[in-house]
Each structure stands twice: as structure tokens, then as C-alpha cells.
């Protein structure tokens, strides 16, 4: 695959339009994470242009005066883009492009390029494959002006037409198939999960560049991809580790969020993200040193209620608390956040503390049955072990007595498998 290190830098000019009185540091912060994004993709950024306007221009987005004051930009720094920190319809960018003579892009087709860049396993280049196809079906129109260009006047109408026509009609084609291969690695993850059945789960969620992947690494042992980037990985990974009471438990790491998504990742990393979905407990891991981390909380919580999943119990976790100079800001987000827990992945500090906290959620929304199980049945005894928390294991004349903790939305498949051993209760005292 095409790596982004190997790419020639680009130079782009970054470009706003908002509102009159808009706040100067929130347009300064958007544009500062535009910029990293631009860096992740491999473009350089040349200078940066605000413009405040009641709403953007129809045609442009931006002011006529203002066209050409960008024009006499690219021309002095050399710049080979301009990309728009919101999105741009697509009569927008066919007329910008025109007035620049350079290519003109929105946040969400940068986002589009870095995911394109960084995915790597089938399931990942099929979400991304899919999005940008959605991104550029409307498009179309604009990536065959060329035509004109090139021959104008009569007898270019007919075959550009057709050709719009025909790549419509292999987009459509090429976007149901994806959907087709996307719906099958759905019913793969979900016979994936099955087999976890009963294992108790635990999804990180968060910004992305909050630490996830550290976080997992540190927690499991796993060898996981770790960069200082954003997006530095798009593949859900899922490792198993152990709680502190023994019990053995699987957490997921799954795709970073960020503000102003693509609507169109987000509905094609549906299938990575059920495991957030499906999860006991969601780990959602914010960088506490951010300066705008409350706002980064936001825009997760905005985004897991989009997805249908925000009523899952939630354990805030702050990350990257070595670095923080700032230490009157725990006292605050403590008090903001009760129960959450202040972490540093990278130096070990507080984990321990933290697997603590996922082992209480975890028992807050679980239950506890008791069985009585035959000596002939022992492997079902073995399976239990593997399955569930065993909270006490008493031999007696008729088989294994035990009491064992479950989620809440388990039970009812736990029961059908095991309704032969269930009892109404335990005779002795947990």
C-alpha cells in the first residue's frame, strides 16, 4: 500500500467561513486540528484565512473579494490546494477550483485521504472504499469538466454526458457491492461475538490521539500500533485480559472519533464499531492535557448517541495525567466526572486502579445466579469458569454448588443453557 511517509509534501492554504462574533480561540482550535489533519495526510500548511460572513456565498462559499484575495495567495506561497475547514457542496468546489486553478477540498475529503492511507485489513479498505465512493457520487459532475476544457464547443456535450452516465452507473453498482461485503463481515463479527458469549466486554472509546491503543497495550500486553498521530489506527483490535477478580475479560479498541466526522465513516464503520455496541462496559478515554478536553467528551458523547449505544454503562477515564502541569483541573473534572478514574498509559501510573473500576461497573450492572451442578457434568463446571465470575464453589453430596455474577442483558441465554442446574437460590450465605 501506498504509505503517506513516502508521499511529496503538498502546501495547502487552510480556509474558514464563519459567522460574524464567532469566538476567535474555538475558529483558532479547529483550524489547529485541521492543520494536524493536513500533516497526517502529508500536506504542509502555507498560511491561514478566516472570513466572517453571515453564511457562506451559494456559489463559493466565500466572498468575491475575498476569491481574490486567496488567488494572489496560491500565486505568493506556491500553495498547490485550499481546504475549507467545512464541508463544501459540490457546486462550491467545481467553482472554486475554476477561480483557483488548484484542487479544493473540505475537511471530510481530507479525513476521507488519511482513512484511505491508513486502512489495512479488507474489512477496513471496504468501510473507506465505501465512503469515499458516497462522498464522490455527487461529485461526478465536476471530475469531468475536463472534457470542455480540452475540446469545448460542439460535439463535447454527448460523450462527456455519457460518460457522467456511465460512472454514475458503475459507482451505484460498485457502492451496492461493497454494502453486499460489508453486510457479510457483519454476520463474521457477529459469529465472532457469539463465540465471546458470556465473556465479559469492554470497548475504549474516544477523541482521536486520546490513547487508546496505549491504553490497550498497557492493559493486555498486546502489541498494537502506537503513533502520535491522528488516526493513527482504523482496525478494531481485541485483546483478552484478566479483571482483578480473576475473572478473564476481552477489551476493544476501536476507531478514533473527531469533530465534524463524515457522515458517511460514520455509517460505514457501523461493523467496527458494534463491538462498542455490543460491550458491557465502554471505556471512554479522554487527553486530559487537551486544552479543549471537555469539548473533545462532547463530541464522543454526541457521536455514541448517533451510533445507539450511549445508554451502555460509561467509565470516564482521563488519560495522559504524567503530562498534565495543571493539577487543580483533576479536582474539577473529578467533581464534573464522579467515578472517573486519571491514568497514564504510557508510564503505568493508576491502572491498577483503573481495571478496579471497570470490575465495579461491571458487578453494578450484573447479577447473580446459583446452580447445582451433577459430578457428571464437570465440564460444564470448566465452561462456567471460562464464561462467568465464580463468586463461591461449594462441594456437596449431590454435585458443585456455585454462585457466579453475569451481565444483566446475559441472562436470559445463560439461563437457557444452563436452566437443567439453575436454583432459586444459594443456602449458604455469600
Known amino acids: 500500500m501506498y504509505d503517506i511517509a513516502t508521499k511529496p509534501r503538498e502546501r495547502a492554504i487552510m480556509l474558514a467561513v464563519v459567522r460574524k462574533g464567532a469566538d476567535p480561540d474555538v475558529v483558532r482550535e479547529h483550524l489547529d486540528e485541521l492543520a494536524l489533519l493536513l500533516d497526517t495526510a502529508g500536506a504542509d500548511v502555507a498560511t491561514r484565512v478566516v472570513q466572517e460572513r453571515e453564511r457562506p456565498e451559494v456559489a463559493t462559499a466565500l466572498g468575491k ?4 484575495e486567496v488567488k494572489e495567495l496560491i ?5 498547490s490546494m485550499v481546504v475549507f475547514d467545512d464541508d463544501l457542496s459540490p457546486v462550491q468546489v467545481r467553482n472554486l477550483e475554476k477561480a483557483f486553478n488548484v484542487k479544493v477540498l473540505d475537511r471530510a475529503g481530507v479525513i476521507l485521504d488519511i482513512f484511505a492511507s491508513r486502512a489495512r485489513s479488507a474489512e477496513a479498505r471496504t468501510q473507506v472504499e465505501l465512503a469515499q465512493l458516497e462522498y464522490l457520487f455527487p ?12 475540446f469545448g464547443g460542439v460535439g463535447t456535450k454527448g460523450p462527456g454526458e455519457t460518460q457522467i452516465e456511465t460512472d454514475r452507473r458503475m459507482y451505484r453498482t460498485r457502492i451496492q457491492r461493497l454494502r453486499e461485503k460489508l453486510r457479510e463481515i457483519d454476520v463474521q463479527r457477529a459469529v465472532q461475538r457469539q463465540s465471546r458469549e458470556g465473556i465479559p466486554r469492554f470497548a475504549l472509546v474516544g477523541y482521536t490521539n486520546a490513547g487508546k491503543s496505549s491504553l490497550l497495550k498497557s492493559l493486555t500486553d498486546a502489541e498494537v500500533y ?11 483490535t481485541v485483546r483478552a485480559f484478566e479483571l482483578p477478580s480473576g475473572q478473564r475479560a476481552v477489551l476493544s479498541d476501536t476507531v478514533g472519533f473527531i469533530r ?44 455514541l448517541v448517533d451510533l445507539g449505544i450511549s445508554q451502555r454503562p460509561i467509565l470516564m477515564t482521563f488519560n495522559k495525567v504524567d503530562a498534565l502541569e495543571d493539577r487543580l483541573l ?4 473529578e467533581a464534573e466526572y464522579p467515578g472517573c478514574v486519571f491514568v497514564s498509559a504510557e508510564r503505568g501510573i493508576n491502572l491498577q486502579r483503573l481495571l478496579a473500576r471497570m470490575q465495579e461497573c461491571l458487578e453494578e450492572t450484573s447479577i447473580v445466579q446459583h ?23 461449594d462441594e456437596v453430596d449431590a454435585g458443585v454448588r456455585l454462585a457466579v455474577r453475569l451481565p444483566s442483558d446475559k441472562l436470559n441465554a445463560f439461563q437457557r443453557r444452563y436452566a437443567a442446574f439453575v436454583t432459586a437460590s444459594s443456602p449458604d450465605p455469600i
Open 139 to 150: 461529485r461526478l459532475t465536476r471530475m469531468w469538466t475536463h472534457l470542455s476544457k480540452q
Open 75 to 79: 500565486t505568493e506561497t506556491g500553495a
Open 371 to 393: 446452580l447445582l451442578i451433577p459430578y457428571d457434568h464437570m465440564r460444564d463446571v470448566s465452561h462456567l469458569y471460562s464464561e462467568v465470575e465464580v463468586l463461591l464453589r
Open 260 to 303: 465534524k466526522l463524515p457522515a458517511q465513516l460514520v455509517a460505514s464503520f457501523r461493523s467496527t464499531l458494534a463491538e462498542a455496541a455490543e460491550a458491557d462496559v465502554i471505556v471512554h478515554v479522554a487527553d486530559v492535557t487537551s486544552p479543549h478536553v471537555r469539548e473533545h467528551i462532547d463530541v464522543v458523547n454526541r457521536t
Open 330 to 333: 483533576l479536582h474539577d473534572l
Open 65 to 68: 473579494g475575498k476569491v481574490e
Open 226 to 236: 502506537i503513533e502520535n498521530r491522528l488516526f493513527a489506527t482504523l482496525d478494531t
